[in-house]
């Protein structure tokens, strides 16, 4: 055979897969256009239905602090440099073991707010507590 005896037999049946596959395009076509086209209307009820209506959402809350929910404001711990009575260690010591035995919940700054009422130096009071809390779990 020669070289334009098998490029004719390929061209010849390129042609017919090219026929064929036209008449299935021409056929899906044709189903296509069988099935009856919706009015409008009713195409859009149903694409309404699809759809769910949008929740409503509350409004943002506004970027203002809420002061009202807050508890009121403690006022600062005073900053005492030094400390104004005899062995303040001993005193901060005490002072946490009556305010426990008291109230078992009292926080932690409520007792130093104490010691450094009584002239207790703020850091010595801060110190002092935490050295008998962590003795106190032991």
Same mark, same amino acid.
């Given at each position: 055979?020669?070289?334009?005896?098998?490029?004719?037999? =390929?061209?010849?049946?390129?042609?017919?897969?090219?026929?064929?596959?036209?008449?299935?395009?021409?056929?899906?076509?044709?189903?296509?256009?069988? /099935?009856?086209?919706?009015?409008?209307?009713?195409?859009?009820?149903? @694409? /309404?239905?699809?759809?769910?209506?949008?929740?409503?959402?509350?409004?943002? @809350?506004? /970027?203002?602090?809420?002061?009202?929910?807050?508890?009121?404001? &403690?006022?600062?711990?005073?900053?005492?440099?030094?400390?104004?009575?005899?062995?303040?260690?001993?005193?901060?010591?005490?002072?946490?073991?009556?305010?426990?035995? @008291?109230?078992?919940?009292?926080?932690?700054?409520?007792?130093? &707010?104490?010691?450094?009422? &009584?002239?207790?130096?703020?850091? /010595?009071?801060?110190?002092?507590?935490? &050295?008998?809390? =962590?003795?106190?779990?032991?």
């Amino acid at each position: 055979m020669s070289k334009n005896t098998k490029s004719a037999k =390929s061209a010849k049946s390129a042609k017919s897969a090219t026929k064929s596959s036209k008449s299935t395009k021409s056929a899906k076509a044709q189903a296509v256009k069988k /099935t009856p086209a919706k009015p409008v209307e009713a195409a859009a009820a149903e @694409a /309404t239905k699809a759809v769910k209506a949008p929740e409503k959402v509350a409004p943002a @809350a506004s /970027t203002a602090p809420v002061t009202a929910s807050k508890p009121a404001a &403690r006022p600062p711990i005073p900053e005492l440099k030094e400390s104004s009575i005899e062995s303040p260690t001993k005193t901060v010591w005490a002072i946490a073991d009556e305010m426990v035995k @008291a109230n078992p919940a009292v926080r932690r700054c409520d007792v130093i &707010r104490e010691c450094v009422n &009584r002239g207790i130096a703020l850091n /010595t009071a801060k110190t002092q507590y935490q &050295r008998w809390y =962590s003795s106190d779990k032991a």
